[in-house]
């Protein structure tokens, strides 16, 4: 297989999203034409897919070092360099992109958002800096000894706006509003900082004596931009008159002037895509896609702009959703974005990737199949060949979506696995589909009796017992719950159970709410605080949470 040969395999592949196919074709290309610098261009583009930004950066040098005048080189190094962090080296690079090729819109915008990069970067540190600074060591106590925030920390907001900014100083952009946190950064930093309340008022200085601007200078004469050929100064004027045409939605019109522009200048392939574009609003499809190919190939032999091939691209893509040919217009999109990666193609991309993604769910849907399936499974099942009965379901599931006994069967071979938190995700999707299905409600509980998740196994349990109230696996499963909690409050909690219980959104906003953490702390030096506490119920509530999930441990 030759080298040209094995790259269109790896751009095929590349259009597909199998960027790892890609990689080997482009590689094994290479091998056989190590000096094409087209070949490390698409390679690096692969690995920046893949986010290999280091080894992406390699190909980009290496096709810069083989062609140092290709503007798509620098476009490649800087993109690596830029998703490395590297950003003054990227700006420079874009820079040179830019020598080479002056209009090139692509290498301008990925520059703009580079430089954007750098200035966000610069400002947030320095800000952060500053913030980290003035909220470090003893904040607390350094207000609490000025007399003009002391009386703010009754204020439970305040203290836990403070603390806030003291885990994280960019929180500080949140609180700019608050004047008490403007006055409590003038104290921290030694810096008067006034309130508007306690501001005085400057006295109004005279006005100044109105300056003289100076001359404006005269603005220096453009050069006369050079005259194009009769031929295709005559082309341009039957193009304009057709865009006219176009806009007045005349489209035969239009594609007669766009055709007598061909004849004039038969090469250029700005006047093939926008017949096509006229041709694509009359319905003419297959005529579109017709010009959209020829403007590929003629734009390849003269080695055309490549925004104007991911143009004609993109406009294949649009006829083929036109057509229905769902597989087509996604390989359209991939190579229009493989050429020119444009916000607007991108959201065409998603779209039809979408409509593509639930018309082959719905074409799988056959509830006859979806019950072999299951019945396959269960067979499985009970000879303990676990994995292939998980196959069996999820070919079941995905014939019968709707079905929850496959959610149910599936979820009880995860747990065979010991592959716990998938179970529950299968069951909880049982549930959903049939909340008064007691396995559905069995299998969760169970499974978070396995991952120490008590308190959510007891809800789980609970539930199903509501349903069927002398269920023995539901009450045997209590009681194992009830005995599990009572040993893990007597021993601390291992590593792991703590992580999972510090991830809790419930536990971790208990736990960042000042006044709890003031509870805890008089709980912990005072036992008739802590039974003066427990009589609120929703204090007591929420220590009953920090207790259960083993954060909180009571003698």
């Not at 190919?293 to 294949?316: P, T």
């Not at 019945?375 to 979506?401: C, H, M, S, V, W």
Request: some cysteine; proline content about 6%.
């Amino acid at each position: 297989m030759s080298a040209d040969e094995l790259k269109g395999k790896g751009n095929a592949a590349f259009s597909k999203g199998d960027y790892e196919e890609a990689i080997n074709f482009f590689t094994a290309a290479i091998q056989i034409d190590p000096n094409s610098h087209v070949l490390y261009s698409n390679r690096s583009a692969a690995y920046a897919s893949q986010k290999k930004y280091t080894d992406a950066l390699k190909d980009a040098d290496r096709c810069i070092e083989i062609k140092p005048d290709w503007a798509k080189g620098y476009s490649r190094k800087g993109a690596a360099l830029h998703f490395l962090g590297k950003l003054d080296e990227a700006v420079a690079t874009y820079t040179q992109g830019l020598k080479l090729e002056p209009e090139n819109a692509q290498i301008k915008q990925a520059l703009e958002e580079v430089q954007k990069a750098k200035f966000q970067r610069s400002e947030e540190g320095n800000a952060n800096n500053m913030f980290a600074n003035a909220f470090s060591g003893d904040v607390l106590g350094k207000l609490r000894a000025n007399p003009d925030t002391s009386k703010y920390l009754a204020h439970p907001d305040f203290v836990k706006a403070i603390l806030e900014i003291q885990q994280n100083p960019a929180n500080f952009q949140k609180y700019t509003g608050d004047q008490r946190i403007m006055m409590a950064l003038g104290v921290l930093l030694g810096i008067p900082i006034s309130t508007t309340s306690d501001m005085d008022v400057e006295p109004t200085p005279p006005p100044k004596a109105e300056e003289k601007k100076p001359a404006p200078k005269p603005e220096p004469k453009k050069e006369p931009e050079p005259e194009l050929p009769d031929d295709k100064k005559k082309a341009e004027e039957q193009k304009n008159i057709g865009n006219e045409f176009y806009k007045k939605k005349e489209f035969d019109k239009a594609i007669d002037h766009y055709n007598k522009a061909l004849e004039f200048d038969p090469n250029n392939i700005v006047y093939i895509t926008n017949r096509a574009a006229a041709l694509y609003e009359k319905g003419d499809f297959n005529g579109c896609l017709k010009d959209c190919q020829l403007a590929v190939e003629e734009g390849r032999k003269q080695r055309a702009d490549y925004k104007n091939i991911a143009k004609a691209f993109s406009r294949m893509g649009n006829a083929y959703m036109k057509l229905d040919k769902l597989d087509d217009a996604v390989e359209a999109y991939n190579k229009s974005l493989t050429e020119d990666r444009t916000p607007q193609t991108l959201a065409l991309l998603k779209k039809a990737e979408k409509i593509k993604e639930e018309r082959d769910r719905l074409a799988k849907i056959d509830p006859q199949r979806a019950l072999e399936h299951k019945e396959k499974g269960n067979k499985l099942f009970q000879e303990g060949q676990i994995p292939e009965a998980i196959k069996e379901y999820t070919e079941a599931i995905d014939r019968n979506p709707s079905d929850h006994v496959p959610f149910s069967n599936r979820a009880a071979c995860y747990m065979k696995l010991a592959e716990y938190r998938l179970a529950i995700k299968d069951a909880d999707e049982c549930i959903k589909l049939k909340p008064d299905f007691v396995k559905g409600w069995i299998r969760k509980a169970h499974s978070h009796y396995f991952v120490k998740e008590y308190e959510k196994a007891l809800e789980a349990y609970d539930k199903g017992m509501q349903l069927e109230p002398n269920n023995q696996e539901m009450t045997d499963g209590v009681q194992r719950t009830l005995n599990a909690m009572t040993a893990s409050r007597q021993q601390a909690p291992d590593k792991e159970s703590l992580e999972r219980a510090m991830a809790d959104p419930e536990v971790q906003t208990i736990l960042s709410d000042p006044v709890m953490r003031q509870i805890l702390q008089d709980m912990q030096n005072d036992p008739k605080a802590a039974a003066d506490h427990l009589k609120n119920p929703a204090i007591a509530a929420k220590i009953q949470k920090l207790v259960n999930a083993g954060v909180l441990r009571v003698a």
